[in-house]
């Protein structure tokens, strides 16, 4: 069983910065994919970036050139770097873990950006 357990959220002003980590334990398997996902007030769950085991990465286009999704070293952690952030990032964020055809999913961390 994996859990993961999401910290960093938070409230800041419109063009501040947050840090979301992410940290995953239990059975991990080396061949896995990493993501990150928000939800808005009345919206549905949306894609804000992924990772693979290998590295690669791939945002929203809303977050493109703001964001960065990384790996810690130990590769069971996961982060999201956000920078330049607006009202609309505004979400909860919800960290996302996929190997072996099973989904697990955070706990959630809001993020409120003020105007």
């Known amino acids: 069983q994996v859990q993961l357990v999401e910290s960093g959220g938070g409230l800041v002003q419109a063009g501040g910065s947050l840090r979301l980590s992410c940290a995953v334990s239990?059975?991990?398997?080396?061949?896995?994919?990493m993501a990150w996902y928000r939800q808005a007030p009345g919206k549905q769950r949306e894609l804000v970036a992924v990772?693979?085991?290998?590295?690669?990465?791939n945002y929203a286009d809303s977050v493109k050139g703001r964001f960065t999704i990384s790996r810690g070293n130990a590769k069971n952690t996961v982060y999201l770097q956000m920078n330049s952030l607006k009202p609309e990032d505004t979400a909860v964020y919800y960290c996302?873990?996929?190997?072996?055809?099973?989904?697990?999913w955070g706990q959630g961390s809001q993020v409120t950006v003020s105007s």
């Open positions: 996302n873990f996929v190997a072996n055809g099973r989904t697990s």
């Open positions: 990772i693979t085991s290998g590295g690669m990465t």
């Open positions: 239990g059975s991990i398997s080396s061949m896995n994919v």
